[in-house]
Every structure is written in structure tokens, then in C-alpha cells.
């Protein structure tokens, strides 16, 4: 019969790969939750233009110029995640209005505009190719 018992637990050795291996896991998948989430919150801000639009073109319809911001009732994105604000003095056949981050940083795609023609831009994309990566995600 054999004497020696092997200690029950884990080795140090053992711990630190493991240690290791969940460090690794974790530098990879942040990075992607927190673009995920960033994301999120950009389609608040585009939904919150696109809700503008259609306030826009209804109080048009019953009035000579288009409403400014409190006009029409919105000065935020459905979550909270965007100030909706109008730039310069809605007149009767222009406006444009703004959709910039309120409770996070977003240095991709910065703050969304929409205009009267449904032209929608992002002030830190200059190419039409960035501005439609930041449009459609």
C-alpha cells in the first residue's frame, strides 16, 4: 500500500494559470461590451433625430415655419442619452438639429445632425463613408 496522500487543493502554479487566463478573456471582451454599449446609445440619439423629423414635419403642416426644440416637446433622446438641441433660428423652410452625447464621451462618431432634407452628419466624420458607418451602426 502506498503511504503518501496527495493534499487535496489547487497549487499555486495552478491558480496563476487560471489568474491568467481570465485576465486574458477580460482584455478581449471589454473592449467589445463597451463599444456594444456605445453603440446602444448611439441608435437613442438617432432615434431621438429621427422622432424630430417627424415632430418637425407635423407642426409644418399646421404652422408657417418649423418649431423650434420646445416647440415640438423634445430636448432629449427617449433614454437620456442625448440633449436634442437646434442649431441657429427655425424658419419657414430650414432647420437643424443636434443630438450630442449627454452621459457618455463618443469620440468616433461626436454629435449627430439632422436637417429639414433628412441630410444626417456627424461633426467628427468628415467622408461620407464615416459619417454612413456612424448613420448605420
Known amino acids: 500500500m502506498n503511504s503518501f496522500k496527495r493534499p487535496a487543493g489547487f497549487t499555486l502554479i495552478e491558480l496563476m494559470?487560471?489568474?491568467?487566463?481570465?485576465?486574458i478573456l477580460a482584455a478581449i471582451a471589454y473592449p467589445s461590451y463597451k463599444e456594444y454599449v456605445t453603440r446602444a446609445k448611439r441608435a437613442d440619439g438617432k432615434a431621438a433625430l429621427l422622432q424630430v423629423q417627424l415632430a418637425e414635419e407635423k407642426w409644418r403642416a399646421n404652422h408657417t415655419s418649423y418649431g423650434s426644440s420646445t416647440d415640438i416637446g423634445i430636448t432629449t433622446s427617449p433614454d437620456g442619452?442625448?440633449?436634442i438641441a437646434i442649431s441657429g433660428t427655425p424658419?419657414?423652410?430650414?432647420?437643424?438639429?443636434?443630438?450630442s452625447p449627454s452621459d457618455f464621451t463618443d469620440s468616433t462618431c461626436g454629435v449627430f445632425e439632422v436637417n429639414q432634407d433628412?441630410?444626417?452628419t456627424s461633426t467628427t466624420q468628415t467622408t461620407t463613408a464615416k459619417v454612413q458607418e456612424c448613420w448605420g451602426k
Do not use: E, M
Request: glycine fraction near 10%; avoid cysteine.
Open 17 to 23: 494559470i487560471t489568474v491568467a487566463v481570465i485576465g
Open 81 to 83: 442619452h442625448y440633449a
Open 91 to 99: 424658419n419657414a423652410s430650414s432647420y437643424i438639429f443636434t443630438a
Open 118 to 120: 433628412g441630410k444626417t
